[in-house]
């Protein structure tokens, strides 16, 4: 069993940041994808970006540039430093746990989820 603790959530102005953070219990990151994922009012979960236990990271193109996904291995958690965000940013973020590719292309195949960290973004 994985358990996935998100934090950093919160309420920033447009052209801020914030760092969200996912700690992973119960395993390793050997052989799980972790990705964040969001979903906004009204509108369907997203893939956001992922991390591969060897480095590899995957951006959605709405957020290229402007956050960074990255783990520590020591502390079995990963980051997301979301920079320059806009309003559209808005959402319910979360991490989830899964296989790779088929986790990340197809959210709903995640095999764990944390319950997700609120972060508003104001104009």
């Known amino acids: 069993e994985v358990q996935l603790v998100e934090s950093g959530g919160g309420l920033v102005q447009a052209g801020g940041s914030l760092r969200l953070s996912c700690a992973v219990s119960?395993?390793?990151?050997?052989?799980?994808?972790i990705g964040w994922f969001r979903r906004a009012p009204g509108k369907e979960r997203e893939k956001v970006s992922c991390?591969?236990?060897?480095?590899?990271?995957f951006y959605e193109d709405s957020v290229k540039g402007r956050f960074t996904i990255s783990r520590d291995a020591d502390k079995n958690t990963v980051y997301l430093q979301m920079d320059r965000l806009k309003p559209e940013d808005t959402a319910v973020y979360y991490c989830?746990?899964?296989?790779?590719?088929?986790?990340?292309?197809?959210?709903?195949?995640?095999?764990?989820w944390g319950v997700g960290t609120q972060v508003t973004v104001s104009s």
């Open positions: 989830a746990a899964g296989e790779f590719p088929v986790a990340w292309y197809f959210p709903e195949r995640n095999e764990y």
């Open positions: 119960g395993s390793t990151f050997g052989g799980y994808a």
């Open positions: 991390i591969l236990s060897d480095f590899r990271t």
